[in-house]
């Protein structure tokens, strides 16, 4: 089981954009895992959309961070018996100077200071769950692939954090290398069969404008099966 239980989206307003992300849960046979844990003023709905699934913070095992910025990363003490696991690339990016406006420069300390924190690189990180190095939107950047049922899903971060993002074929913030978040997001598009973007709702990555698959319900397998 795959579900999105927070979907991001950006909104511009004249004080810059409104920001909140995707939270991704996986129902995994060492536990749920989350795949990012969003932004400050998410926090409340975080735990309330676990508590309407039944689960205690206490009850998340591992929690998979796709990159450092601020809007991806934080809340994850709500979570005292979960491994933290972060793309060991993007601490490599922070430690060696590689901050962007998204990026806090005291974010190193604060995830080192969790009881669980580690590093992970390329490859089967969690039984069936696959890393991929996405480099662009930040130079270390990670998505995530896992099979659900027959379903490839990708859990992209802001590799792709959009539809918009999809159709252009590179997202919209690059803070890293251009031609790398281009071929990154190729990447995803072409292995995917469900994308999970960092500030939208789930869609299949179809030519032109995908159009979200359900708005109405977040868990991937539902999604699937209308199509
Ligand atoms: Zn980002």
Redesign the pocket.
């Known amino acids: 089981m795959i579900d999105a239980v927070l979907t991001g989206l950006t909104m511009p307003t004249s004080s810059g954009n409104l920001t909140t992300s995707t939270v991704t849960l996986l129902g995994h046979e060492m536990g749920p895992v989350l795949f990012d844990t969003a932004a400050w003023n998410q926090r409340i709905a975080l735990t309330g959309q676990l508590a309407l699934r039944n689960l205690a913070p206490e009850d998340v095992t591992a929690i998979l961070l796709t990159?450092l910025?601020w809007?991806?990363c934080m809340n994850f003490d709500l979570f005292p018996n979960a491994r933290l696991m972060i793309p060991e690339a993007e601490c490599r990016r922070v430690r060696d100077g590689g901050l962007d406006p998204?990026t806090p420069a005291y974010i190193l300390d604060l995830v080192r200071d969790h009881a669980r924190a580690e590093t992970f690189s390329s490859g089967e990180v969690l039984p069936g769950v696959h890393a991929l190095q996405t480099p662009g939107?930040?130079a270390g950047h990670m998505a995530f692939m896992v099979l659900s049922g027959e379903i490839n899903v990708a859990i992209t971060?802001?590799a792709l954090?959009t539809r918009s993002d999809a159709a252009a074929g590179v997202p919209s913030?690059v803070f890293g290398d251009q031609d790398s978040a281009r071929e990154s997001a190729h990447q995803l598009m072409s292995r995917a069969d469900v994308i999970v973007p960092?500030h939208d709702s789930p869609f299949q990555p179809t030519p032109g404008m995908p159009a979200v698959v359900n708005p109405f319900s977040h868990t991937v397998g539902e999604i699937h099966g209308q199509h």
């Open positions: 990159h910025h809007d991806h998204a939107h930040t971060g802001d954090a913030t960092g």
